[in-house]
């Protein structure tokens, strides 16, 4: 059913005040398109009684539901790839020189969706650092949805999630097949935790973060909302840590407490007081010790650190 421009302005504001999420005009369709799903199995006759619905909303889970379906959870594993190659070849590596005292990492997956990112990042671990044995890796996922977050914790996914982006080898060896489903094993779950966290309201207490993925999320935001985000961000990140974020995304114009990480096609950034971990003075380029032409997969990554 057709919205009506009254109740496409009542969506809009909802999700503007409810989470920062800025639907720009014109996009009708995507609010038809994800709300008239959730009116059917919600049990409305209609778009437009749904809506009547919300504003009888007491309770405030119609809301949440709606503001949940309003929302992109598009994820799928190690996500373009080049990130988790820089994480693999760059950061991870010197951040086990600079916490070598400590034997302690900390990782935030901000907007993790169904956990794809976050477990990514816990294979990518276990596969090529086998120092990290000893020491204690805390790994999180947060996300706005709990719908989301509860599958996240299950670490349960479908056929189609498995085959985008995952190596058949870490299928094979980190899932198992359950109730038509393939399920991560325990071993993995339990080194990663999530949270629901809305980015664009109160933070709950977080430790000191080395890494922080926000990939692909600052885009839903306003100017103002991104600004916000990015300073909280820039606060709770070590001066010596890193900032992940999607491709098309990035600090300038927001906040000039970031600086991109050079030599590096991610988008990658680093707090501007930064200490460098590599011994190089602030400005100078990181040397990466990496082939001339760095494998484009995971699995290709994982043979090259099994062979060497």
């Not at 670490?155 to 489903?181: D, I, S, W």
Request: with cysteine; net charge positive.
């Amino acid at each position: 059913m057709t919205i009506t421009s009254r109740d496409f302005d009542y969506v809009r504001k909802l999700a503007l005040e409810s989470s920062a999420l800025a639907i720009g005009p014109g996009k009708e369709y995507l609010v038809e398109s994800r709300l008239n799903v959730l009116a059917s199995s919600e049990g409305f006759s209609s778009l437009h009684h749904l809506i009547q619905g919300l504003h009888l909303d007491r309770s405030g889970n119609l809301k949440r539901k709606v503001v949940e379906a309003l929302m992109t959870h598009e994820t799928t594993f190690f996500r373009d790839v080049r990130p988790f190659e820089t994480l693999r070849r760059v950061i991870v590596p010197a951040m086990i020189m600079q916490r070598a005292s400590e034997r302690s990492l900390n990782i935030w997956c901000a907007g993790c969706s169904a956990g794809q990112e976050t477990y990514s990042i816990a294979m990518l671990l276990l596969e090529n650092f086998p120092a990290l044995a000893g020491w204690t890796v805390y790994l999180m996922g947060s996300d706005i949805s709990k719908r989301v977050i509860d599958r996240a914790r299950s670490g349960r996914y479908t056929q189609l999630e498995v085959n985008r982006g995952l190596p058949a080898n870490l299928l094979v060896k980190y899932f198992q097949k359950a109730k038509g489903e393939w399920q991560i094993n325990g071993s993995v779950r339990r080194m990663a935790a999530f949270q629901e966290i809305n980015l664009a309201g109160a933070w709950p207490r977080l430790p000191p973060m080395d890494i922080i993925f926000l990939r692909n999320v600052l885009i839903y935001f306003d100017a103002e909302t991104r600004t916000d985000i990015l300073r909280r961000a820039h606060r709770l990140l070590n001066p010596d840590g890193y900032l992940f974020l999607g491709g098309s995304e990035t600090t300038a114009g927001a906040t000039d407490k970031f600086e991109r990480l050079p030599d590096e096609r991610s988008t990658v950034f680093r707090p501007t007081e930064h200490h460098d971990i590599l011994g190089k003075s602030k400005g100078q380029s990181i040397e990466i010790n990496a082939p001339r032409n760095p494998p484009h997969t995971l699995a290709a990554i994982v043979r090259n650190t099994r062979a060497t």
